[in-house]
């Protein structure tokens, strides 16, 4: 009798890590999926960062030859004025410009750069 309740728990116990290797097996196939979904996404937003950093960088570029058209276009002024002046032009306010929608992920990024413009701004204005 012994005996037959040690088989009859062995068996029920390979019954119990049957049920538990599939589930086990159901719970990776999800997370295989997901992982696989999120990649996806991940490899789609890192796509929208790169563009973007494009744009910042190319606005950049713009801002140093805008900054230096400036600089020459002063010509012969005292170097003091020109201090003051280059101080003045930078934290001049942007145009406005008119919003094309975008995606919510470009739209996320510019308000996250006007943000830290707003910050920037405010730590110059702390300083002066």
């Known amino acids: ?10 068996e029920v116990g390979a019954d119990d890590d049957v049920r538990i290797e599939l589930e086990l097996n159901a719970e990776l ?3 295989t999926e997901k992982k696989a979904t999120s990649a996806s996404a991940v490899a789609e937003f ?3 960062v790169d ?4 744009r910042l960088d190319a606005c950049v ?5 805008l ?22 032009y930078k934290r001049r306010k942007n145009p406005v410009r008119k919003e094309k929608g975008g995606s919510r992920a470009s739209q996320g990024l510019r308000a996250a750069g006007r943000r830290v413009s707003r910050a920037g701004a405010a730590l110059r204005a702390a300083d002066k």
Do not use: M, P, Y
């Open 29 to 31: 196939a999800l997370v």
């Open 61 to 65: 570029e713009q801002d140093k030859k």
């Open 67 to 88: 900054e230096t058209n400036f600089i020459r276009a002063l010509g012969d002024i005292d170097e003091d004025v020109i201090k003051k002046l280059l101080n003045l």
């Open 1 to 10: 009798s012994w005996l037959v309740a040690c088989a009859h728990e062995v």
């Open 46 to 48: 890192q796509a929208t």
């Open 51 to 54: 563009a973007a950093q494009k």
